[in-house]
């Protein structure tokens, strides 16, 4: 049970609600919704293709993490700029990410300030603990 909606970091925050970042054609992004639809856990879904976030959300997102962490490793893209041989500065890395969603490394699952990036089970299983 899920709700599906659109959100911004700017809103209200409930505490720690769930959300998932995900492109619909993604496998990994898949597994992700369906793992927590399986656990009957509450979540709200982004579509980062269709409702791309803005430079000032990824900012937020990213927050004090790795900026580089954020980038899809196995985008085509990303390893012909060399992003992650060459990591360019964090704000480039924010413009770079909003311009386009498909840079960005899916899923995402994040609980509060705590985050899981790409498809892992074992810390998906860890920010539900």
Not at 6 to 15: A, I, K, Q, T, V
Not at 61 to 89: D, E, R, S
């Amino acid at each position: 049970m899920h709700s599906i909606g659109h959100w911004f970091f700017g809103g209200p925050r409930l505490g720690d609600e769930i959300r998932l970042f995900w492109k619909p054609t993604c496998v990994s992004c898949r597994r992700a919704k369906w793992f927590l639809s399986d656990l009957g856990v509450s979540f709200e879904e982004r579509d980062v293709i269709k409702n791309p976030l803005s430079a000032e959300e990824v900012d937020r997102l990213i927050g004090a993490g790795n900026p580089i962490a954020y980038f899809n490793p196995k985008n085509p893209k990303v390893k012909a700029k060399g992003y992650l041989q060459t990591p360019p500065p964090r704000e480039e890395v924010v413009k770079i990410l909003a311009a386009d969603g498909n840079l960005l490394r899916r899923p995402i699952v994040t609980m509060g300030e705590r985050k899981v990036l790409g498809w892992d089970e074992k810390e998906m299983k860890a920010l539900l603990a």
